[in-house]
């Protein structure tokens, strides 16, 4: 049987569906019929797309406040590796 290809788009929105809805990635899967591991995977790829992050729905302000520092805490660690990367290239080349 062959496994079906879904389109990038159709990807995006799917994120974009479980961040706007508040619904469990496994709820998203199980109506679509897809399994589960598929759509956590788009998740982990598209989940910080910015047109993505802006239609998330929060639960809380609590829950908002922990994902922001959450995003925070990930872009200052992308942050450190470029200015790592960014010495090491230029040691390198003197």
């Known amino acids: 049987m062959k496994k079906p290809v879904y389109d990038e788009a ?3 929105q ?3 569906h479980i961040k706007e809805s508040g ?5 998203v899967a199980r109506e ?3 399994n589960d591991n ?3 995977g788009w998740v982990k790829k598209f989940g910080t797309d910015p047109e993505v992050v802006a239609a998330q729905v929060f639960k809380s302000d609590e829950h908002q406040m922990r994902e922001m520092q959450k995003r925070i805490r990930e872009l200052q660690e992308e942050n450190e ?7 090491y290239f230029a040691k390198d080349r003197r």
Do not use: C, G, N, S
């Open 10 to 12: 159709f990807k995006r």
């Open 14 to 16: 799917t994120v974009q």
């Open 23 to 27: 619904q469990t990635v496994a709820e």
């Open 32 to 34: 679509l019929k897809i």
């Open 38 to 40: 598929t759509v956590y």
């Open 81 to 87: 590796i470029l200015k790592k990367a960014m010495h």
